[in-house]
């Protein structure tokens, strides 16, 4: 078994800790990081923590190294993650352009054929339509 990692927090770190842990627009991953910060502060050790959380005992570490190093913005992940988008903003600015200016009504299908011949931007109809839903745009011409 390595060295016990303890961390000793400030009130107000603990304040901040516990404000995060209970915000609503934060990642749930942060904030069990937070919990970690906590209960280690008092005194819980990592074995524990991990059972409790029912993580691995070299996450639960991990997280104590990045506080260490980064402080409170170690406990967010890192930017890149994931899939990255294959439209962007003015590929969606220019369908409601053509929705415009053409009195046609369309239809997902015909808005994602649209974006490939036009724009090079290939989306399925499903996924352009929980793109624009999600984003909620006003595109009175689409037919659903």
């Known amino acids: 078994m390595g060295c016990r990692l303890k961390v ?3 009130e107000e770190e603990k304040q901040t800790l516990e404000e995060l842990r ?3 627009d934060v990642p749930q991953r942060t904030k069990d990081r937070a919990q970690v910060l906590l ?3 008092r005194g819980l050790k ?3 923590i991990a059972k409790g959380l029912n ?3 070299s996450t639960v570490r991990q997280t104590l190294h990045r506080w260490e190093k980064f402080g409170l913005v170690g406990l967010w992940d890192a930017a890149g993650r994931g ?3 294959r439209y962007s903003e003015l590929d969606l600015i220019y369908l409601e352009k053509c929705l415009i200016q053409q009195p046609k009504a369309y239809n997902y299908k015909e808005l994602a054929n649209k974006l490939a011949s ?3 931007v290939n989306l399925s109809a499903d996924r352009l ?3 624009l839903k999600k984003r909620q745009s006003k595109f009175g011409n689409v037919a659903v």
């Open 8 to 10: 000793f927090l400030t």
């Open 22 to 24: 209970k915000a609503k």
């Open 39 to 41: 209960l280690n502060a």
């Open 46 to 48: 990592n074995e524990q």
């Open 55 to 57: 993580w691995a005992i």
């Open 83 to 85: 899939g990255k988008p």
């Open 118 to 120: 036009e724009r090079k």
């Open 129 to 131: 339509r929980r793109v």
